[in-house]
């Protein structure tokens, strides 16, 4: 897995991330909510399937991301839908 800082705040972080073909990447550690706009690639969490185009928000993020048969590029930000 290899993450590219993009911006980073004392709440907000963005970042792009690429996670290889099969591998497992969590985002349990993201406190203040997360979004994800999968670039290319597609991610699973075992019980959903989300293509490349997908966006997802969500205030609370216990994920654990799994790259399906390719290599998978997301762009992420977190820490800026606190509750």
Request: charged share 20%; with cysteine.
């Amino acid at each position: 897995m290899a993450e590219v800082p993009l911006h980073q705040s004392n709440e907000e972080r963005t970042s792009i991330l690429r996670i290889p073909a099969g591998k497992t990447c969590s985002l349990q550690d993201r406190s203040g909510g997360v979004e994800l706009l999968i670039i290319s690639g597609k991610l699973s969490t075992g019980s959903e399937d989300w293509p490349a185009d997908t966006w997802i928000r969500t205030p609370s993020c216990n994920y654990d991301l799994n790259a399906a048969n390719e290599d998978t590029l997301i762009l992420v930000k977190s820490g800026h839908l606190s509750l």
